[in-house]
């Protein structure tokens, strides 16, 4: 594991991270965890390249890709395991109508953050979420935390109760 250019640092030294990871920390605090959001010298952009950087794998990514109900709109936050690739047609059953990736555009203006750092907590508006039943098969996982170089860990039951998401089968 590449040491982080900031972390293991406690919350209220917050202050060093870039912005966005900063607006995460301070989602993770006001929600009483206790984590610590760490900036990698290496990138975190993709589910691959966090799990390189932190040394897990990647089925402990946590990735939060953002979908929408094609015929209402809704936007709607899938938190899966790096190792998943969602099923568009199970999530459409779930939710009950058909569902389509969101563009970077809407990534952008429904969570407040960018493609590549998209965090499962702290958006700028509640969003209805659901998380991968097999990302609580980890003792341990890792969420992206505001930037393409943000990240923390957490346990997949403090990703349920920081989130509110219910657990389903997304693959
Ligand atoms: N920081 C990492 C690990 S948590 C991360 O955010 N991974 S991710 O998988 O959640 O974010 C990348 C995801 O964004 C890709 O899996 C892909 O589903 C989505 N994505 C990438 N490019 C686009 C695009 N142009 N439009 C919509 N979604 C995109």
Redesign the pocket.
């Known amino acids: 594991m590449d040491e982080p250019k900031r972390g293991g640092k406690s919350a209220g030294s917050a202050g060093e991270l870039s912005p966005g990871a900063r607006r995460v920390q301070a989602s993770l605090t006001a929600a009483g965890l206790d984590c610590n959001v760490v900036e990698m010298a290496q990138t975190?952009?993709?589910?691959q390249?966090?799990a390189r950087a932190v040394g897990c794998t990647v089925g402990q990514?946590?990735?939060?890709?953002?979908f929408q109900g094609a015929e209402s709109g809704e936007p709607l936050l899938v938190i899966t395991s790096?190792a998943n690739r969602v099923d568009e047609a199970r999530l459409a059953q779930t939710i009950g109508e058909p569902v389509r990736?969101?563009?970077?555009e809407l990534?952008r203006r429904r969570t407040g953050f960018a493609?590549?750092?998209?965090p499962p907590v702290g958006h700028t508006e509640p969003l209805r979420i659901f998380i991968d039943e097999d990302l609580l098969a980890h003792p341990e996982i890792?969420?992206?935390a505001g930037t393409?170089q943000a990240?923390f860990k957490l346990t997949p039951q403090e990703l349920q109760r920081i989130t509110g998401g219910k657990v389903v089968r997304v693959k």
């Open positions: 975190t952009r993709s589910a390249d966090a990514i946590a990735k939060s890709l953002l790096g990736k969101a563009d970077a990534v493609i590549g750092g998209v890792w969420a992206a393409p990240v």
